[in-house]
């Protein structure tokens, strides 16, 4: 027992190692909790383990739709990731694997949503109410105003016709495409790595996964030589079921909570990231954030018995 | 068989899906390789598979030093990855687990190393060799300027005395510490998530991960409420092994090779990824990199039988 207390205080002290690097990326005690909207909650099963992923209709109307009639008729269930290169992609949902002949409906592109600022007309602004908006920083490389926009992180752009967007981070859910905007139909792509920005505006981002990031990373992957394609059925990642939160029992459902990121304690969070004043940063970094390294805290409160 | 043909060609068609946001991924056909100083080599054995990492006696020649003498004396053999946070770091190595009182031998801290800029003097100039330098991107959020010395990415400050330093990517090995900046000891971690940067030039970066980052990936993760800490044992992924590659005879060593940087072939590469003109691209991305979204490619030539 004392060789047990030691050992405790001994990797309490090594456990210091490091831990004010990552402090943020916990919640604070006053994070405002939010639960899924089941109609907006999706539940990817994977021999690996299950993904929630929470759907963005706002961002995405038309693609968050169709997709949900794909899962009402179970239209995932046995696809699988076949192309999947680390540090960017795990791309999944060809229907070409088991139907020779699919009837293709395409999407429109869904790349970008008007940013409405604040009407002139004293009448107008009257009325008007700003979209939720979290700033997190100014003129990264790739936009000039990144920010979270309920939960999602996005990007705005108030120049002329004022435009906002969904960014590419770790987590992020999209259709992909070929060459015609218009042409995303039922392939989608997880992002597993370093934060692909230049793809923003130019995807159809329509969800993130707010659990299970570390299941989607034990995705199979492929050789980027091959451009991440695994051929060979057997070494896939495949999908048991992809389904939607509201077509389950309520007692079947994952309980699984947000952070609010339209708070004052989520922005204290973003403050203390941005103002690194902690002793142990002996070299002080620059006063900046970016978007894709703010984690979102979530957390399952209480997992479905279906759950694996 | 007509069928085959059919689904293969179906597949040819899907495949074309966001192709061409992953093409610069793979490795150009003039990509000029470098094999691994057997010296620098580290093979990381985990139940999940093997990791190959670079050691950088460059940027931390005392760190390595200690590193290489850890793996002589199979210090890591049977450590575990004991804090480990999806999106940021996995850390392992600490000697607590299986020793209650362990001599702790502290590192000086190897944050930056001086970049030696061309002398005025014409006499010293002569001679003068610059360092090797493949530009990426001036002024992104964290440095002057981001770029490659041979395969790692770095950074560089020229203001006053030049500064260089390896940056806080995806696959890179550093020594974890706590306040003190001088406090590593054989604690490391691998950056497993979107790139800390704010902690680029506080810690002791000594190693990137040149094969098996899908591996890595594969760590089991805690839970970000706990700040990544396992308790369990059991639940942990543990070291099988970590040896210098020049340790084990030349038939039991894998044949990796890593792309050449500082080549003209890697230039185009990045200049190509940098002017995106791709038709693909309906909403034209800004003319940036970011230094850690910059895919070194490597390539497995002959796996040893030791390979799991």
Known sequence: MPNNIALSLLRGLALVFLILGATPISAQD??????????NTVYL???????VIELNPTFAPKTVKRFKELLEEQFYRSLSFYR????????????????DNPAIKTLKAEFEIDWPLKPKDKDEAKD???????????????APFTGFIDGFPAARDDKKAGKAWLTHCPGTVAMARND???SSSTDFYI?????????????TIFGRVVWGMDVVQRIKRGSTL????????????????????????????????VADTNTKSFSDMLRKRRNRSDKFFHHKPPKVLDICQ????SRLEKASVRRR
Chains 1, 2 share one sequence.
């Open 45 to 51: 099963q994977l021999k690996e383990g299950m993904v």
């Open 191 to 203: 992002v597993i790595g370093q934060a692909p920005r230049y793809l923003d505006r130019n995807l």
């Open 30 to 39: 006053d994070t405002v909790w939010n639960s899924l909207d089941p109609k």
């Open 294 to 297: 703010v984690p979102v805290p």
């Open 226 to 257: 091959d451009n991440g394609i695994i051929e060979d059925d057997l070494e896939r990642s495949w999908i048991s079921r992809m389904q939607l939160a509201s077509s389950l029992d309520v007692s079947d459902r994952l309980d699984v909570y």
């Open 180 to 182: 015609d905007p218009d």
């Open 84 to 99: 999947v290169i680390d540090g960017f992609v795990a791309q999944g949902g060809d229907e070409s694997d088991i139907d």
């Open 128 to 142: 008007w109410q700003p979209m939720s908006w979290t700033l997190v920083q100014k003129d990264d490389m790739f």
